[in-house]
């Protein structure tokens, strides 16, 4: 290796190493600058009460019903996202294995689709909501997001089922088996931690979005219990806050900011921990 070379790479590993570390600054640098603004508001009452009369005047209370409503919906948004999002990606894996052109114009009508800003969606979900006759209802919200997650659910499952080795496609047939029970039976299985990965993924950017619930799911400071009734969520709850010109009120904000924070990092650290735990199952 050349002398030029060796400070190629040189300059490349420098710049990368400046590019990894940056990301991993900004990313604590905003963790712990919400955990800051919102340690003296953060407690047990924010997690498990309501907002009380006043609250967003620096009363009592907390954003149970936020994180309440963000669960009902996300879970909900993810079960839609799962029944569609599944059969869809292992029909492009596998009835569509030899149409090459068909896999990849899908795959960019999907890829689009994620790019897609969620305003775009909340605003499709409103549009929706006034030719069914719907109010802004915890089920509005349901269907809206479920809009939002699908396509992530698809390609992030898709991408798994690719680097399934066309090999255990062909021996499955030869055996005997149908696509269908080729598809649910064998790749599916071999897939599952990928289809893990999915459903977290779409799971923790259905609890962190705000815009595509915010002419759809409503607002309300009751936990749901219909699903015609309108859901607080968290993202909505800190916009509010924030919005106030109340400092302690503004103080829960990056408190409820901090909760929607714990939430997204355990689901991500339980996608990575499913994930591995299954990809050795099916080593073994």
């Known amino acids: 290796m050349n002398r030029r070379k060796i400070i190629e790479e040189k300059i490349f590993r420098i710049l990368s190493a400046i590019a990894t570390y940056s990301l991993i600054a900004t990313l604590a640098f905003i963790i712990i600058l919400i955990f800051i603004k919102g340690f003296h508001a953060l407690s047990w009452d924010m997690v498990l009460k309501a907002p009380k009369g006043g609250y967003y005047y620096g009363g009592e209370g907390g954003v149970l019903n936020a994180i309440v409503g963000s669960l009902y919906i996300s879970i909900g948004a993810t079960i839609i996202a799962t029944i569609i999002g599944v059969p869809a990606a ?9 149409r090459k052109r068909m896999q990849n114009f899908i795959r960019y009508i999907l890829d689009a689709l994620w790019g897609v800003p969620s305003i775009v969606y909340g605003a499709f979900g409103f549009t929706l909501m006034l030719f069914l006759g719907m109010n802004a209802s915890l089920l509005a919200g349901i269907i809206t997001v479920s809009f939002l997650i699908i396509p992530i659910v698809v390609r992030t499952f898709d991408e ?39 459903l977290l993924l779409a799971f923790g950017r259905g609890i962190g979005d705000a815009a595509s619930v915010l002419f759809t799911a409503g607002y309300t400071d009751l936990i749901p219990i219909h699903l015609d009734e ?34 997204i990092l355990v689901i991500s650290l339980t996608a990575r921990f499913l994930s591995k735990k299954y990809s050795i199952s099916n080593l073994k």
């Open 90 to 98: 292992l029909y492009i894996n596998v009835y569509l294995s030899r």
């Open 160 to 198: 798994v089922l690719c680097n399934i080795p066309k090999g255990l496609h062909e021996a499955t047939l030869a055996l005997g088996s149908t696509r269908t029970e080729m598809a649910f039976k064998i790749i599916f299985k071999q897939g599952f931690p990928g289809f893990i990965t999915a």
């Open 230 to 263: 309108p859901a607080a969520t968290l993202p909505l709850a800190i916009f509010f806050q924030l919005s106030s010109p109340i400092p302690e009120v503004r103080e829960r904000a990056f408190a409820a900011a901090a909760i929607l924070t714990i939430i």
